[in-house]
């Protein structure tokens, strides 16, 4: 069954504490692999998209990386304002739905 | 260029009615996809348009529908609404890169209760 599993489902940091979030995924066919954020009753805003293994990408204090069964988002002395939840989705061929979403990390930042 | 827009924000129904919801894609944007958000599952896919055809459906029953419009802008339906379907909506567009990957942009959703 194709799945997509995030972890951890929460995570408190200290500002400036770095840290990793795991998105791990068994689908077959995979087209492209996304991270969103997404803050309090408001749609996910987009962060990246990865294609293959070995790619990475960065923006800001966030570096992206995929390999063949999981994606990590690194957070890098991160602040207050990083806090939201972290969605990964995954794009494969075939399939009944186009696009699955893990379930998130909740990532909190204490000043 | 604007982002995804969605109408209305909020909503208030009680069981056993009907609603529509709109959404309006990112200029040149064709893909629209629909999604149903709640704290205990997550982001649930519920269909995908393009050019005014569904193209994928989620497991979701016949009481939620859709349609998308010539200009790219869609609505969704749920009928005979239930407790159950009180959620954040949201809305997705991407530019579908033919052979490519999509990118999703979401708007900012509509939050439907039913009491």
New interface residues.
């Given amino acids: 069954e194709d799945q997509v599993t995030q972890s951890p489902e929460a995570l408190r940091l200290q500002e400036g504490e770095s840290s990793s979030l795991n998105c791990s995924y068994t689908v077959s066919g995979l ?2 692999l ?1 991270w ?1 954020r997404q803050d309090p ?6 962060l990246f ?1 990865l ?1 293959s293994a070995g790619e990475e990408k960065e923006k800001e204090r966030l570096k992206a990386t995929l390999t063949k069964k999981e994606s990590f988002l690194h957070i890098t002395a991160p602040k207050p304002e990083d806090s939201a939840t972290y ?1 990964c ?1 995954v ?1 494969y061929s075939g399939g ?9 990390t909740k990532l909190q930042v204490i000043p | 260029k604007a982002g995804v827009t969605q109408t209305p924000r909020y909503l208030i129904k009680t069981r056993g009615q009907q609603v529509t919801l709109s959404c309006s894609p990112i200029s040149g944007h064709r893909s629209v996809s629909w999604y149903q958000q709640t704290p205990g599952q997550g982001l649930q896919f519920l269909f995908e348009y393009f050019s005014e055809t569904q193209r994928n459906k989620g497991n979701f029953p016949g009481r939620f529908s859709g349609r998308q419009f010539s200009n790219s802008r869609s609505e969704m339906n749920v009928s005979t609404l239930e407790l159950g379907d009180s959620a954040l909506y949201l809305c997705a567009s991407s530019p579908e890169i033919a052979g490519g990957q999509d990118t999703q942009y979401f708007g900012p959703g509509t939050r439907l209760t039913v009491l």
């Fill in positions: 087209r492209g996304f969103y009753g408001k749609g996910p805003e987009f998209t294609y969605l989705a794009q009944y739905q186009k696009v699955t979403f893990g379930t998130g």
